[in-house]
């Protein structure tokens, strides 16, 4: 008996550690995982998308995984980042529209906060509860409030810039939104930066202090990297700018073409794909000469900014390789929304600040203290070949290029052509962790479910497509609206850039949305619009108000909940200055 009894044990602590040498190998197998977000880049703007611009570390990527070239965000950053996060659309997960162009009378309606609401949770906050080690650096945009920074969100290290953007060379706005930038680091405000700072450089110098701060800890990393590179104001290193001297001289039209037809011969989009001219392009040979070389130094900083970007990456992919770590690494690449096509110059009360705050001149564009843009016709041709760009919902705004690398079993140097989603992505980073979204549970609390479905059938050959093509898929932003329904897309624009009408496209035929299929196809043409208004009750979608202009509206937010109660803070100290001294005169008199 007692042999036996040993028997049986000795099987049980051969079966518990064999239990336990799976768990390990299992651990040690989940890949490490780095999320590169760039801001305001053009479907176009990366060479493995057609671009002309320098991008050898993210070409290499693709190189070795699978391009999207029919991916999906919101047409403005702070929206695409809470989905990002959480898998959740922007009107349940709190971001239906940004701070800075939220019309007040839809401030603090249910979804529309502003920030992450307390009804999601965070893809960081699940893989840091499996064992991942979590990490964030860059640009935020989620949220100032304690329970929306980093640490609370699932993230183990973090240095971030919280703002929408901000200068790339020091510590100041880069409009007249806010009166100073907010940072914060492990949760606790930064107030200074190092002497040497450009954004990129140091985004990706506390990545890899992150990483290396737990290396040899037998545990995976997820690395969520989102750099200011292109958001404006566009700045480089000079030797980074000056690399493109020339490039552009032949203007924005020849540059939109050149980009088409790289697309094609890529084989990104089809041969025939058409593209619209938009009336917001200038025509090249009606400018001046003095005004064709300022306009083409403009793009030669914005392609700079790109190039110095791409090799940051390339200095974080050294370190991965030396450091052992590369081989067991997953990347993902993709832009927040099309190219920035706005001008605060052209707003009197942002020219008087920029003139007030930054040089313009064109010799010292992209330096530290000048201020550079590329305007809509540029916009446009770095969203070759597709129409509109950033804020509206062509694609021009919602295409943006994916390239995602080192799946293990996934095919190298692919192109796949079906639609994919923002939403998608963070179901797939659970699914490369071998993890599952919760269930509408999380530690005891409902949570919204992740809409999103994992990319990692496709990604693997297991599957055409991640979408069942009469699945709607909606989005709206500031009145800019979609359904996706698999190849067919129902869209709205409102003014300048659209017609505040619905029209209907094959955007994986016509991807340049030149041919409205409106007529062909009336019943899908309604259909798509009853999917739409299911879409906006569902996920309690608000009307914008009557005569709502984005531009204005930036100007409003930020007179109304930054400048005035800045203001007020001295009148009322002022007042109860003047109150305390008449009721103090009145006490003397009563006195005496």
């Not at 990319?455 to 932003?477: C, D, K, N, R």
Request: with cysteine; proline share 6%.
């Amino acid at each position: 008996m007692k042999s036996r009894a040993r028997w049986r044990l000795g099987c049980l602590a051969m079966a518990t550690l064999a239990l336990v040498g799976n768990l390990t190998q299992a651990a040690e197998k989940r890949p490490n995982i780095i999320l590169l977000l760039a801001d305001d880049w053009g479907f176009s703007d990366v060479g493995a998308f057609g671009g002309e611009i320098a991008t050898p570390n993210l070409d290499a990527l693709a190189a070795q995984g699978t391009r999207f070239a029919n991916f999906h965000v919101a047409a403005s950053c702070a929206p695409t980042r809470s989905m990002l996060m959480t898998g959740v659309d922007n009107h349940r997960n709190g971001v239906g529209n940004m701070p800075e162009t939220i019309p007040l009378s839809h401030e603090g309606q249910p979804g529309y906060e502003g920030v992450l609401n307390d009804r999601v949770v965070t893809v960081a906050s699940l893989l840091r509860d499996s064992g991942y080690h979590t990490y964030v650096s860059g640009k935020w945009h989620l949220g100032h409030e304690p329970r929306n920074l980093p640490p609370a969100r699932g993230f183990e290290r973090s240095l971030i810039q919280a703002d929408s953007g901000s200068d790339n060379w020091e510590m100041r706005p880069y409009l007249m939104l806010k009166p100073q930038v907010a940072w914060y680091e492990e949760g606790k405000t930064l107030t200074s930066l190092p002497a040497d700072y450009y954004s990129s450089t140091f985004f990706i110098n506390k990545a890899i202090e992150h990483i290396e701060s737990n290396r040899g800890s037998q545990q995976p990393f997820f690395s969520y990297i989102a750099f200011q590179a292109n958001h404006i104001p566009l700045q480089a290193p000079r030797a980074f700018i000056d690399k493109y001297r020339g490039q552009y001289d032949a203007g924005w039209h020849v540059l939109r073409q050149q980009r088409r037809q790289r697309a094609i011969d890529l084989g990104l989009i089809g041969k025939e794909a058409a593209m619209v001219e938009m009336a917001s392009t200038t025509d090249w040979d009606a400018l001046s000469e003095s005004e064709q070389a300022y306009e083409a130094r403009r793009m030669e900083v914005y392609a700079g900014m790109a190039d110095a970007m791409d090799h940051e990456v390339g200095r974080l992919v050294d370190y991965l390789r030396k450091s052992g770590q590369y081989d067991n690494t997953v990347f993902l690449f993709l832009s927040d929304n099309g190219a920035e096509a706005s001008d605060p110059y052209a707003v009197r009360s942002g020219q008087l600040w920029l003139d007030w705050q930054y040089d313009r001149s064109l010799e010292r564009l992209g330096s530290k203290g000048a201020y550079a843009i590329i305007g809509p016709s540029w916009a446009s041709a770095a969203a070759s070949p597709l129409s509109t760009y950033k804020f509206y919902a062509g694609e021009g705004g919602l295409r943006v290029p994916l390239i995602i690398a080192g799946v293990a079993g996934a095919a190298t140097n692919q192109i796949q052509h079906s639609f994919a989603h923002v939403t998608d992505l963070a179901p797939t980073l659970l699914a490369l962790a071998g993890l599952q979204p919760p269930a509408g549970q999380y530690q005891g609390r409902q949570v919204e479910p992740m809409i999103g479905r994992s990319l990692l059938g496709v990604l693997q050959g297991q599957t055409p497509s991640t979408h069942p093509p009469e699945q709607p898929i909606g989005y709206e932003l500031s009145g800019n609206a979609v359904i996706f329904k698999g190849d067919y897309k129902l869209v709205k624009n409102i003014p300048p850039v659209g017609d505040d009408r619905w029209h209907l496209y094959d955007i994986r035929q016509d991807p340049g949305e030149v041919h409205d299929l409106q007529q062909q196809m009336p019943e899908r043409f309604i259909a798509m619009q009853a999917d739409y208004a299911a879409y906006a009750d569902a996920n309690g979608v608000l009307p914008m108000p009557a005569g709502y202009d984005p531009i204005s509206q930036v100007q409003i937010n930020a007179l109304v909940n930054v400048f005035l109660p800045l203001l007020l803070k001295p009148a009322l100290l002022l007042a109860a200055l003047i109150a305390g001294g008449v009721w103090y005169r009145r006490r003397r008199r009563r006195q005496s």
